[in-house]
């Protein structure tokens, strides 16, 4: 319960916040998204709030609908809100309006101001606690972005499980992958739940984003696919089980997904997881209908995505068919047969085409609507469909023909309409091969339809191509029986009451029964006769009345099968040809004319059979005709009705309707059949006569200009009156070749036309259309191709359609008009294109009363755009542009405005909305159009467009974010236009029309980054060609750059910036050269605007900007300048000082030498009591503060590697340039001289004026150097000439000297650093003049040994090293350690002074009160060089003090470097000197190194393990003696301060490290020896163990044998059975020892440890059955076993036992055991307890380690166990249990 609870409290604690928890609360408010923690804490609400809050009018700015959150969260009161005292309603108001605004902002969070909203709501609301998933959902699209990780350092630690994949990478503040965002999304369902559920709310409230839905499409499309993959299972139940789970989750989602209207993106996303789930899990169909119903459920128009989606549902479904809904849905979409044939070219549709086809077909049953046929048809001749689909369709629509019952009214008539469409796809080429065999398989048994299709089934029996030429088809079929025809006939009236003409354009009400009949009797020849002769169609009166012949030419024009079009052609020439003519039936020419244009070659055969009739009758006639006999006109007075269509015609006279049978149509017969456009090319060529026939492919004879006009009025007024729109489309087609014939254009004869389409409107048109199967865009598009450009009727005819009319509601018909006028365009005259384009102006405009929803026809947008507009035009658009501010304030036409405006208005008065609208809406569609011409072409524009942007400057505060786009447009335009101006063109900008006070308001106003910096473009281009317009008012700009477009991190921005420096900036500095008062001033401004940006410029841009900039205004005149306002504006700053010098780099040596001496000018004018220069640059209120800000440049420039090596090589070349940088040094020089003698007492300024002696030294080569030195040392001034010194000893350090050329004069001046060591009194100039030696002693010294001699004489001497100052010396001994390497004998002379005084220092160094750690090192570097070089000069009087002083400095303790250097110096006596100097040294020093302490010791051994390790075995063989006397006094150590221990002795830890490191260096000894050398060195070391120097002192005696053992032990344990048998010479001794130890004193036992240790490893070892000798055995058994006895004394088991042990291994005899185990049962029965358990644990160790071998021995042991058992002690008796149970476990049975 306590834990529980605990766990609870704790849950409360974190999920609580108190306000009394300041430090939380602190922690809390550092939480930022933009700021560090440490920032973040420091600020107040009020500050956070105005810095968040301009990141919010930002997104306002961008997008109005952030505007309605400024009554909210971004209010004044939202600085006061606190969601910790609001209530839970409150909060969840609350949390509502935060979502909302995280779903506007999530397509903005990588801009900035989005990031300054999001941070007020994380510091103020703290949605990063609150609303942690949205916040999260918002960011989540950019999880690869730097910001993300920011984000997630905001996240509570207790993330929700729906979040939780995001754990690892919030600990890591790391950008999780892709892939593991896929991967919690695929097994998360919460997760993906969550997700979908975001995404789908921002698409409710429009408020989502491109990259948003994208990524939830692309996720969730990865997720479900790698869902499915998971739940494939070896049992197909299980699996189909999972896939099911699947689906079941993501249709609910998906269903609200498709649900969503007008977000495409979201619906394509949808469609992929659909596809997915389709192609990789195995859905029953009921699934995928259910899917199919979701995707068409809620689409109001569709996307060639949703019908791909279908199609693959629709392939995986195994019936065939669409569901109910969705087949509605699709059938209800417009170009729903476009959309599936284009898609059909790249994918498969084949069953989702089948499934539109057979709902089609099986809806005509219900709704006997025939309308469909003709999208059922196109479907069936696309090659969309395989052949197994089209036999399913075929079937589909013979079984639905059968079922439906038949009917007179051909609109209803099911049956009949599907035996048609059979028959025209019987005529298809792609389909026609299927249909027989299909028709075959179904087997109609309806008579009539059989009889219909009995055509199609004997096709099968015949080829397709040759039964479609065959003309006699009908001769061919005579199956048909009397009783059939006599049942198609009987319900047909016999006369018609009103009827004169089937052409008529008033409805018929026997026309549709008698085609019906007709079309299923029309393959029999003597049906059709028949047919002719019925009552109804008055054949006998057939040349008085056109009804007979109007019947057969409404059927051959019609749309039916091509069968019955021949039929029809072969019925009215069969009749025509009975007999002679009595009447002129001129009114066949222009329906022949679109019969041999037929696409049926049978079709056109027989049109052509009846041009080959009427010839010879006309010519019969014409004949007749020329003697008087005048022939009645067929159908004059009612072809077309009583109406006025009839009358409107134009009739032929007899003789010209001869000659166009005769001259135009029968020549070219032939060709007719064979091509069908060759009779539009014949009657084009006929009609244009022979000035337009040139070229041409037709013969036939030249036809008059009057029968040609007579001709053409004809056909046009036919085209114009006839009901039947496929023949007005196909004459249209032929006439459309003519423009005029004569004086009459086709324009004035087809007009009406097109004015009667005009008022038919768009619906009816469509409708009769769609009856006769045409395509209604190619027949508009044929109507209004009937203007030509000249005809100015026709042209205000298409004005008047594209014209705004409300009244007119034809859009197919205003589109064909607009691509009409786009062909057209160029032809028409200028005034013309001026109506018309303002037509389409104000079609596109609107109605300005209705603002911004006033009726804008985007078409007739397009067209403009599209149209070349002529600048005349576009003039009077900018001209007639409503004026904004008249619309704010009573003010006049912008044409007035021209003249008087001047800058700034009040934007004051009352605003019309709707007006306001319609301007915006005038003004953006004028400069769109402006923009998508070539501007440059049109200059006369640049006024109008400056006049624009002042209109829009004045009323920018009311037009919002639409203001920016717009002057963007009128800028780009006028910027077009001037850099037209800058090339070679001689275009002159009208100076009147340039208003430069316009555009720099506009760079300044404006918050549009665009307008700003296309403004600044314009400036730069304006600045070349009429600067005199620009430069007066230049200046602003380069301060609104530094506010704002040098700020920007943009490519483009850093484009405009460099064009407006390249353009503007040079004219501007050579414009301020002209002033009086100098350039400075007013280039100190413009660098002054640049270096105010200096901060805010990417760094990666920075350098080059700079550089351009000073590049355009001089570096040789403002380079300092500019350097010196940046570092006054940025003191604190220290990157810009790096910045200066990377930036000074850039420009060659002299210019560089030029700035630092200006800089130099510049510092001390500031010094001046009336100072110039400095006056326009510095802030001189406190002028040392300036200096000390300026001057570490100055030595930072000189000090710059490339400019040193640049001036070296510019020296070394000589010529005016070595003079130059010569005179630059000197001046440089003077200056610092200046400098330095101003600042003596400034501490600060005068170390930056050394510095800067220094740099400026560093420019000369060495020799020149050298030669300018004697001079500066002359000075009296200690400080330069300590500097001057310093720079010389710099140089000569950094190693970069040219030897060859410098040695000689370094050489030279030895003597010049010698008369300053004895002269000056100054130690730190004379240590400097030695570190001078020093360096030259070093790099040149072997060349003059005599120079260097006499340096060292003076370094060695009382005035360096005799001197008391202790640096000196110290620099002093290393100055001689150099000497003595490089003079090596030449040295000699030097010692005798120079050692003892270097003995002297050492001592001196590590003096109690004088340490001094560098003089110490010093001394050792000198000693070590003089060991490495001059080792025979080391006497061992030198060598003693050395080594005694070294153990003295060991024991000082200075430090590990001094230790460093000390033991270095010393590892080289035993390198460099004799072994047997260096081993008596080491003797003779041994008691020096004890007295001073283990560490003494130490490197004492370490010497002393040198000297064996490097010296060969034979020297240590004549050594052994020496290094014998010498290791016996080591092992003495422990005696010698332990007896007597005093307050000086080690401790007993110091003495056990000395004694294994005087055992290691022993050991390493006794690797070099052989037997013969060792044993007699061993035995003297025994001797002087057994008999020690005082046999009284007993404590003496175990020392030393303490000693001894330990060492015998290190050997035995390494040497191991090399060296067992000299175990020989020791256990007598070690006997002896055991059995008189006493143990009663630790140093006592701790001997009898070592003895016990030392003799288990020659046992461990023994490898020669050393002990099995009984010499050797029974002494040691004795005396170890009896070590049992004394267990009552002391612990000593852990010792002891394993030596027994190995004792007994060693032994291995069972004699030897015997004895050993009759003494250890012996102690089994001793009196004392702790001696019988020490012996049962011996047995029992024994007994483990020997096992059976040992146990041979039990019959002597059984007695003493059975007694120990009953032992009366009970730690006795359970060790002899345990030992029991050991011998059980080994021998396998009970005792």
């Keep these: 319960m306590a834990t529980a609870l605990a766990s609870q409290l704790a849950q409360i604690r974190n999920s609580s916040t108190n306000p009394l928890d300041l430090k939380a609360q602190k922690r809390a408010h550092s939480r930022s998204l933009l700021f560090e923690p440490a920032v973040a804490a420091t600020q107040d609400f009020d500050s956070l709030y105005h810095i968040c809050y301009e990141g919010f009018q930002e997104l306002c700015r961008l997008d109005s609908k952030f505007a309605g959150f400024a009554d909210n969260v971004f209010s004044e009161q939202s600085k006061h809100e606190d969601r910790t005292q609001m209530t839970a309603a409150q909060n969840e108001r609350l949390d509502e309006v935060l979502e909302e605004f995280l779903l506007l902002v999530g397509g903005k969070l990588l801009l900035k101001p989005a990031l300054k909203a999001v941070e007020w709501l994380v510091r103020r609301f703290r949605v990063h606690q609150s609303n942690t998933s949205c916040l999260l959902f918002a960011f989540l699209p950019f999880h690869t972005t730097p910001i993300f990780p920011t984000m997630l350092s905001l996240i509570p630690g207790n993330i929700s499980p729906t979040l939780r994949f995001l754990h690892p990478y919030v600990q890591s503040l790391a950008n999780p992958p892709r892939h593991a965002i896929v991967h919690a999304a695929s097994i998360n369902r919460p997760f993906f739940t969550a997700m979908s559920v975001y995404v789908l709310k921002s698409c409710r409230l429009g408020l989502q984003h491109p990259t948003l839905v994208s990524f939830w499409a692309s996720i969730a499309t990865e997720a479900v696919a790698a869902m499915l993959d998971q739940s494939r299972s070896a049992r197909l139940e299980a699996q189909k089980q999972n896939q099911e789970d699947i689906v079941r989750f993501l249709l609910p989602i998906l269903n609200d997904g498709l649900s969503v209207d007008n977000v495409p993106d979201l619906r394509a996303g949808c469609y992929m997881i659909l596809t997915i789930l389709a192609t990789k899990a195995s859905l029953d169909d009921g699934v995928l209908s259910v899917m199919m119903e979701a995707i068409t459920s809620q689409w109001s128009q569709s996307s060639h995505a949703g019908l791909i989606c279908l199609g693959v549902l629709a392939e995986r479904k195994r019936a065939a068919g669409l569901p109910r809904k969705a087949f509605k849905a699709v059938i209800a979409l417009e170009r729903l047969d476009d959309d599936l044939i284009t898609l059909g070219k790249r994918y498969k549709i084949d069953r989702l085409a089948l499934g539109v086809a057979l709902g089609i077909v099986s809806g005509l049953g219900k709704a006997r609507d025939v309308s469909g046929l003709r999208l059922l048809r196109t479907l069936m001749e696309a090659d969309i469909m395989s052949g197994a689909s089209k036999s399913v369709v075929v079937t589909s629509v013979v079984s639905q023909a059968q079922t439906t019952a038949p009917t007179l009214n051909p609109r209803f008539d099911v049956a009949g309409s599907l035996a048609d469409l059979l028959l025209c796809l019987g005529d298809s080429t792609s389909v026609g091969p299927i249909i027989p065999s299909t028709l075959e398989e179904s087997n109609p048994d309806s008579g009539p339809l059989k009889s219909r299709l009995q055509r199609l089934i004997r096709s099968k029996e015949s080829t397709h191509d040759q039964f479609l030429e065959d003309a006699d088809v009908g001769n061919a079929n005579e199956q048909m029986t009397t009783e059939t025809f006599e049942t198609l006939t009987s319900q047909i009236p016999t006369r018609t009451a009103y009827e004169m003409s089937f052409l008529s354009h008033s409805d018929s009400y026997v026309y549709g029964s008698l085609v019906h009949t007709f079309l299923s009797i029309h393959t029999s020849h003597v049906d059709v ?53 009595a009447a002129d039936v001129q009114i066949l020419l222009p329906y022949i004319l679109h019969a041999l244009a037929d696409a049926s070659p049978s079709v056109r055969r027989a049109a052509a059979d009846l041009v080959l009739v009427l010839a010879p009758a006309y010519g019969t006639m014409a004949g007749k005709e020329n003697k008087g006999a ?157 203007v030509i450009p000249s005809d100015r009727e026709g042209v205000q005819t298409l004005k008047s359609i594209i014209a705004p009319l409300k009244t007119l509601d034809f859009p197919s018909l205003k589109a064909a008009a607009m691509h009409r006028l786009r062909i057209i365009w160029t032809s028409i005259s200028p005034d013309l294109q001026s109506l018309l384009a303002k037509a389409l102006y104000e079609s596109a405009v609107g109605d300005v009363e209705a603002g911004a929803r006033g009726g804008q026809d985007a078409a007739a947008m397009e067209t403009l755009r599209m149209l070349p507009i002529s600048t005349a035009i576009l003039k009077s658009f900018i001209e007639d542009l409503p004026s904004m501010s008249s619309m704010l304030q009573d003010r006049p036409h912008v044409s007035k405005r021209r003249r008087t405006s001047h800058g700034h208005s009040d934007e004051t008065g009352a605003l019309d909305e709707s007006h306001l609208a319609s301007a915006i809406r005038q003004i953006t569609l004028v400069l769109e159009l402006v923009a998508d011409v070539k501007t440059e072409q049109h200059p006369e524009l640049l006024g109008g467009l400056f006049q624009i942007v002042c209109d829009l400057q004045h009323s920018q505060s009311h037009l919002g974010t639409a203001v920016g786009y717009l002057q963007m447009l009128a800028i780009e335009g006028m910027l077009a236009i001037v850099k037209r101006a800058e090339g070679p063109t001689g275009l002159q900008i009208d100076h009147a029309s340039v208003r430069s006070d316009i555009l720099i308001d506009c760079i300044r106003t404006t918050t549009d980054p665009q307008v700003r910096n296309s403004a600044l473009l314009l400036v730069s281009a304006l600045a070349k060609v009429t600067p005199e317009l620009i430069l007066h008012s230049i200046m602003p700009v380069f301060t609104f750059m530094g506010a704002n477009v040098l700020r920007q991190d943009d490519d483009f921005s850093a484009y405009v910036v460099k064009q407006t420096m390249e353009s503007v900036i040079p004219r501007l500095v050579r414009s301020l050269h002209t002033r009086k008062d100098g350039p400075l001033a007013g280039v100190s401004e413009l660098l002054l605007s640049f270096a ?81 220069l400095s006056r326009s640059l510095l802030q001189l209120d406190d002028v040392d503060g300036a200096v000390s800000n300026l001057l570490p440049l100055a030595p930072a420039i000189l000090a710059n590697t490339d400019l040193i090596s640049r001036a070296a090589r510019k020296i070394r070349d000589g010529g005016e340039a070595a003079a130059n940088i010569r005179a630059r040094f000197a001046n440089i020089l003077e200056d610092t001289f200046i400098l330095s003698e101003l600042y003596r007492t400034h501490k600060t300024l005068n170390v930056a004026c050394m510095q800067l002696l220094d740099a400026s030294l560093r420019l000369l080569p060495m020799s020149e150097l050298i030669e300018s030195l004697s001079s500066l040392l002359g000075r009296a001034d200690d400080n330069i000439r300590l500097q001057v010194l310093l720079s010389f000893g710099q140089r000569l350090k950094d190693g970069k000297v040219d030897l060859n050329a410098s040695q000689a004069a370094c050489l030279a001046f030895l003597p010049h650093l010698a008369s300053v060591i004895e002269e000056s009194s100054d130690a730190s100039l004379k240590r400097t003049a030695v570190v001078c030696i020093d360096r030259i002693a070093e790099l040149f010294g072997k060349k003059d040994v005599a120079a260097i001699i006499a340096s060292a004489r003076i370094v060695a001497g009382v005035e360096c090293l005799g001197a008391s100052e202790s640096s000196l010396r110290t620099i002093s001994m290393l100055c001689l350690a150099t000497m003595v390497e490089v003079l090596n004998d030449g040295f000699i002379s030097i010692l005798p002074f120079a050692l003892p005084k270097a003995t002297d220092s050492l001592a001196t160094s590590f003096a109690e009160g004088t340490e001094d750690g560098a003089l110490h090192n010093a001394v050792y570097s000198f000693l ?15 060598l003693d003090l050395v080594l005694k002083l070294s153990f003295e400095s060991a024991n000082a303790e200075m430090g590990q470097g001094c230790d460093q250097s000390r033991i270095e110096a010393l590892r080289l006596v035993p390198k460099r000197v004799a072994a047997t100097e260096c081993l008596a040294a080491l003797d003779r020093t041994w008691t020096t190194a004890v007295t001073e302490g283990p560490l003494a010791v130490k490197e004492h051994l370490e010497i002393l393990r040198i000297t064996i390790d490097r010296q060969p075995k034979s020297v240590i063989v004549q050594q052994s003696g020496a290094l014998c006397g010498l290791f016996l006094r080591m092992f003495d150590l422990r005696r010698i301060q332990l007896s007597p221990l005093t307050g000086e002795s080690y401790d007993m830890a110091e003495i056990r490290v000395v004694e294994d490191a005087v055992n290691e260096t022993a050991i390493a000894m006794v690797y070099k020896l052989n037997d013969t050398t060792f044993r007699p060195m061993f035995s003297r070391m025994l001797e002087w163990t057994v008999f020690p120097a005082s046999k009284k002192d007993v404590k003496a005696t175990i020392h030393r044998q303490t000693s001894w053992y330990t060492f015998l032990l290190k050997l035995f344990g390494t040497l191991k059975s090399v060296v067992t048998s000299y175990a020989a010479f020791v256990i007598d001794d070690a006997v002896e020892i055991l059995k008189d130890a006493s143990l009663d004193d630790e140093d006592s036992l701790f001997l009898w440890r070592q003895v016990i240790l030392t003799l288990q490893k020659t046992f461990e070892h023994d490898q020669d059955d050393f002990y099995q000798n009984p010499s050797h055995f029974a002494p040691v058994s004795a005396a170890l076993l009896d070590q049992l006895g004394k267990a009552q004394k002391v612990p000593l088991l852990p010792e002891l036992i394993p030596a027994i042990t190995d004792f007994a291994v060693a032994a291995d005899s069972v004699t030897h055991h015997k004895e050993m185990n009759a003494l250890i049962l012996k102690c089994m029965r001793s009196d004392r307890a702790a001696v019988r358990l020490a012996a049962v644990q011996s047995e029992r160790a024994l007994t483990e380690r020997l096992g059976e071998e040992w146990l041979a021995l039990l019959p002597e042991m059984l007695p003493f166990i059975s007694e120990a058992l009953e032992d009366e002690d009970e730690v006795v008796e359970r060790e002899l249990k345990r030992w029991v149970a050991m011998i059980e476990r080994i021998l396998g049975s009970k005792l």
């Excluded at 056109?546 to 019947?551: C, V």
């Excluded at 057969?552 to 052609?569: D, L, Q, S």
């Excluded at 841009?1101 to 306002?1125: E, M, N, Q």
């Excluded at 070590?1424 to 030198?1438: E, F, K, N, R, S």
């Design 1424 to 1438: 070590g060089a003089l060991i490495l070089y001059l080792p025979w000069m080391v006497t061992d009087a030198d």
């Design 630 to 786: 005048n022939r009645p006109i067929l159908g004059q007075q009612q072809i077309y009705g009583q109406g006025g269509e009839t009358q409107a015609v134009t009739w032929l006279s007899t003789k010209d309707a001869a000659r166009v049978i005769s001259d135009l149509m029968f020549p070219g017969l032939e060709e007719c059949i064979l091509d069908e456009s060759h009779v539009s090319l014949l009657l084009a060529d006929s009609l244009n006569g022979p000035k337009h026939g040139k070229g041409s492919i037709t013969v036939q004879k030249e036809l008059k200009k009057s029968l040609r006009l007579a001709l053409f009025g004809n056909i046009c007024s036919h085209v114009v009156n006839t009901p039947l729109y496929a023949v007005k489309s196909r004459l249209l087609e032929m006439v459309s070749r003519v423009p005029k014939v004569g004086g009459t254009s086709r324009t004035k004869l087809l007009l009406p036309l097109l004015s009667n389409t005009m008022n038919r409107g768009q619906r009816d048109f469509d409708r009769i259309c769609a009856e006769e199967q045409l395509v209604s865009s190619q027949l508009l598009d044929g109507m209004v191709g009937i």
């Design 529 to 581: 006769k028949r047919f002719a002769d019925l009552p109804v169609l008055r054949k006998s009166l057939g040349m008085t009345e056109p009804l007979f012949l109007s019947f057969f030419i409404r059927v051959w024009c019609g749309h039916g099968p091509a069968t019955a079009r021949t039929a029809a052609v072969r019925t009215a020439a069969e009749y025509l040809g009975e007999g002679t003519l």
């Design 1092 to 1172: 105010a940006a200096y901060e805010h410029i990417r760094s990666q841009r920075r350098l080059d900007l700079f550089v351009s900039l000073i590049d355009k205004v001089g570096p040789d005149d403002y380079l300092f300048a500019l350097i010196t306002i940046l570092l006054e504006k940025y003191p604190s700053d220290r990157s810009v000082l790096q910045f200066a010098i990377d930036l000074i780099g850039h420009y060659s040596v002299e210019t560089r030498l030029q700035m630092v001496e200006q800089y130099l000018g510049l510092i001390l004018d500031a010094r001046k009591p009336k100072p110039t």
